[in-house]
């Protein structure tokens, strides 16, 4: 599915393309498709970002632009 | 990374430095009590080193690395670190990201699953650390998170065969009862400043309530981690004040954290401190405390960049290895081969008393 918000800071995409929000060794935040906060796993080799209604978005195993 | 935020940085210093000639001087007296007497430095002698001007950090951080193995020895301790539970917490840290009290962008998790802790210890494990600490963003324990707690240590020491810590705030003389019976072999909790900087950064909660919970800890026969966070605007003088405190609470650890402001905290636009400014403080904290096991912690990677090995002889004898509560940590597989080619040997440390 296409993402509709930045993940990094929730920012709807069709106001915020460039990403400047992207902060160094941050996971990512939000949901790409409903803009709500991720619960995000944090352990010692890796992450995982779930949504409540999308279910799991990002882990440490794939490259996140 | 060309789409990070620009993060500022501290640069004025804001006391008179030394000049070379009396900065030489004061390193080689501080050498001279260290090395050859054997004997702490005093508040007013620890004072008097800070002010080395930049071109003689790297001849106060040689010196603190020569502390360093006098005291403690080559070995470096590994601990992997995991928020078991995140987020929502009632104090106001100003620093934290975890704090319901701002707006922030990291969502409140529950106690994770059995497996969840079980799974990240076996991970810290594999990487070579003899350290995990359970980590819980609260202000201290009710019953239900006690239970909790007293079931997983001793399961995590007996499936994965690796030391436990836990930080859970603050704590009750029974609960320190509670959590040395079970097997916590070291509770974490940091003073994270001076006492006369604290209500510039907590008003939920007071220093002196954290400077009891580090005194029950080590009552109860705990070893105490204790932990700084440097960079939210605290003096030099406060710095040195929060070493003299340290030493009243007498911590086998010392993690060293650098404040890395976090969106939606009060400190989100505080500025970063300067890669050697750090390295400067590093090597004070050893020479302040010769014998701790002084672990490099959350920020340095965005603090220090290139520098991260500087701080390995500079006075660190530990690392958090891989990520941290919220945020990630750089490649442990990098960190590995710092120690590698440093010739450190990894391993177990405990406080030389």
Redesign the interface.
């Known amino acids: 599915m296409e993402a509709t918000y930045c993940h990094w800071c929730g920012t709807a995409l069709a106001e915020h393309s460039d990403r400047q929000c992207r902060r160094e060794l941050d996971p990512p935040r939000f949901c790409p498709q409903c803009g709500r906060r991720l619960r995000v796993k944090v352990h010692t080799a890796g992450f995982e970002a779930e949504c409540k209604n999308h279910g799991l978005q990002f882990t440490a195993d794939q490259s996140i632009d | ?1 060309a ?3 620009v993060m500022f940085r501290s640069t004025t210093p804001e006391r008179p430095r030394l000049s070379s000639a009396e900065a030489r001087e004061a390193i080689q007296n501080a050498a001279r009590a260290l090395l050859d007497e054997k004997r702490q430095l005093t508040l007013a002698e620890l004072d008097a080193l800070a002010d080395v001007p930049d071109a003689s950090v790297p001849a106060l951080a040689a010196l603190a690395h020569e502390v360093r193995l006098e005291w403690c020895g080559d070995t470096v301790e590994v601990e ?4 078991a539970k ?1 987020g929502g917490c009632p104090e106001d840290c100003h620093f934290c990201s975890q704090s319901a009290k701002f707006e922030s ?3 409140a ?1 529950p106690f ?1 699953d059995t497996a ?1 802790v079980l ?2 210890a076996q ?2 494990k ?2 070579g ?1 003899t350290e995990f600490c359970i980590v819980l963003a609260i202000r201290g324990p009710d019953e239900r998170t006690m239970d909790r707690i007293c079931e997983l240590v001793p399961l995590i020491e007996k499936e994965v065969g690796i030391n436990v810590a836990v930080s859970a705030g603050i704590i009750t003389e029974e609960q320190a009862k509670r959590f040395a019976e079970v097997g916590v072999h070291r509770y974490n909790h940091n003073l994270e400043t001076a006492e006369s900087f604290f209500d510039q950064v907590v008003t939920t909660h007071s220093w002196a309530e954290r400077f009891e919970t580090c005194q029950l800890v080590r009552a109860h026969n705990m070893e105490l981690c204790c932990g700084v966070l440097l960079g939210m605007g605290e003096t030099y003088e406060q710095r040195i004040e929060l070493i003299g405190q340290l030493r009243a609470v007498e911590p086998a650890e010392v993690p060293v954290n650098f404040l890395n402001p976090r ?1 939606g905290t009060p400190f989100a636009s505080r500025p970063l401190i300067e890669p050697l400014e750090a390295i400067r403080w590093i090597a004070m904290f050893r020479l302040g405390l010769p014998s701790v096991i002084l672990r490099y912690a959350g920020g340095r ?2 603090t220090l960049r290139e520098l991260q090995a500087l701080g390995l002889t500079a006075g660190i004898n530990a690392l958090i ?10 490649s ?1 597989d990098e960190d590995l081969q710092m120690l590698q080619d440093l010739q450190m040997p990894i391993g177990a440390l405990s406080k030389v008393l």
């Open positions: 990374m789409d990070v935020p992997g670190i995991l928020s995140t962008p990291v969502q998790t994770l969840d799974a990240a991970e810290t594999a990487l650390a969106p990677e965005v290895v891989g990520n941290y509560l919220t945020t990630l940590g750089r442990p």
